[in-house]
């Protein structure tokens, strides 16, 4: 490797061998002019000195402002006088290829960067279109309602009740709507805090069964426990919101299942740490193509049934967001033709 292919080859080195080089070349040609033994050396002297002190200003002060005016495209702090200082006259100067590679790493991130904000910008553009039409349907319903109720409708007693109660059912939705919204904003923000306390986690199964039973029992699904995880298990958790979560999970099972299907949970002891819990159900499945997506908000695999079944889109969100909140994650296994199973992990109550 030759001696200017160096990665530490700084300007005072390249300024030296410069100006060597350029001496000795004039101090051999001024041999073959004068005889005079003296007259190689004093111009090997000077053009030494003019060279190296010329090359290395040039290198300082060109070069290396170019070099200035690179970083202050790539950072965004600015130095004081007494840093500006340090950099110039302290700490060795970075070589040419130092700087490459720091115009390299600024390019490398800028990248990521951007499509990062492309990424985010498409799934605010999607978000917000689904935030406009999942508000649009409960508010447009009522409205429909209340303008039939108020053409002339109010006074026909065949219908005003039914379209009353219609109209209520909307808003309720709208409600449900916003209520949803406002929770995950306050788990993402960490506004909501978790009371921890120690609990069964089959208890609190059996809670939500028999909240959902006759749910259940209107579709002839049944409700039960995986064989061999009876047994109880104490965990540490939010016990109202890993309720919620469950009562997300199991509700959305009745839903997207089938007639005369099953609804069963596992709960698994994982080590002395953590606790494993999973609900299972034999329905249509989801395609592996939604899996990735399945937790977003308004994210639906078959928006068609979604919407006719009802909710708010935002079930799975919030199961995510309450489970992150306790340090853990909720992973999904699904298989069209086969049924679904939502996982989540909680710690282990300390015995």
Same mark, same amino acid.
């Given at each position: ?31 073959? @002019?004068?005889?005079?033994? %003296? *007259? ?9 000195? @003019? ?16 070099? %200035?005016? *690179? ?24 070589? *040419? ?27 605010? %553009? ?6 406009? !039409? ?26 005003? *009740? ?8 909307? @808003? ?61 298990? !104490? ?85 995510? !967001? ?30």
């Amino acid at each position: 490797m030759s001696l200017l292919d160096s990665k530490n080859l700084s300007p005072r080195l390249l300024s030296f061998f410069t100006a060597l080089i350029a001496g000795l070349t004039n101090a051999l040609m001024s041999i073959f @002019i004068s005889n005079n033994w %003296k *007259i190689p050396i004093v111009v090997f002297v000077l053009t030494f000195t @003019i060279i190296y002190l010329l090359y290395h200003y040039t290198l300082q002060r060109f070069i290396y402002r170019k070099i %200035k005016l *690179i970083y202050k495209f790539i950072y965004q702090t600015k130095a004081t006088k007494r840093e500006e200082y340090f950099y110039e006259n302290v700490l060795p100067q970075k070589s *040419i290829d130092e700087v490459s590679a720091d115009v390299q790493k600024w390019a490398t991130q800028k990248k990521d960067e951007i499509e990062l904000l492309k990424a985010n910008e498409k799934f605010r %553009k999607e978000f917000l279109m689904n935030l406009a !039409h999942e508000l649009r349907t409960p508010i447009f319903s009522a409205q429909g309602y209340v303008d039939t109720l108020l053409g002339g409708a109010l006074k026909d007693d065949s219908v005003n *009740i039914k379209f009353l109660t219609n109209a209520s059912r909307s @808003i309720d939705r709208l409600a449900r709507l916003v209520d949803d919204l406002d929770g995950i904003s306050k788990l993402e923000s960490g506004k909501t805090p978790l009371i921890q306390e120690s609990f069964v986690i089959q208890d609190l199964i059996k809670e939500v069964y028999e909240e959902l039973h006759l749910k259940a029992a209107s579709r002839v699904i049944h409700l039960s426990f995986k064989k061999g995880t009876e047994r109880p298990l !104490h965990v540490t958790a939010d016990k109202l919101k890993i309720k919620q979560v469950l009562v997300n999970l199991v509700e959305n099972a009745i839903k997207y299942g089938n007639d005369n299907g099953s609804v069963i949970t596992g709960c698994y002891e994982l080590d002395d740490k953590y606790v494993y819990v999973e609900v299972s159900d034999d329905g249509p499945g989801i395609g592996e193509e939604h899996l990735p997506r399945i937790f977003e908000r308004f994210y639906r695999a078959d928006r068609s049934r979604s919407r006719s079944i009802g909710g708010t889109g935002l079930g799975l969100a919030i199961v995510k !967001h309450i489970i992150e909140a306790h340090g853990h994650t909720v992973n999904v296994r699904s298989k069209p033709g086969v049924g679904s199973s939502f996982g989540f992990t909680l710690d282990k109550a300390a015995t």
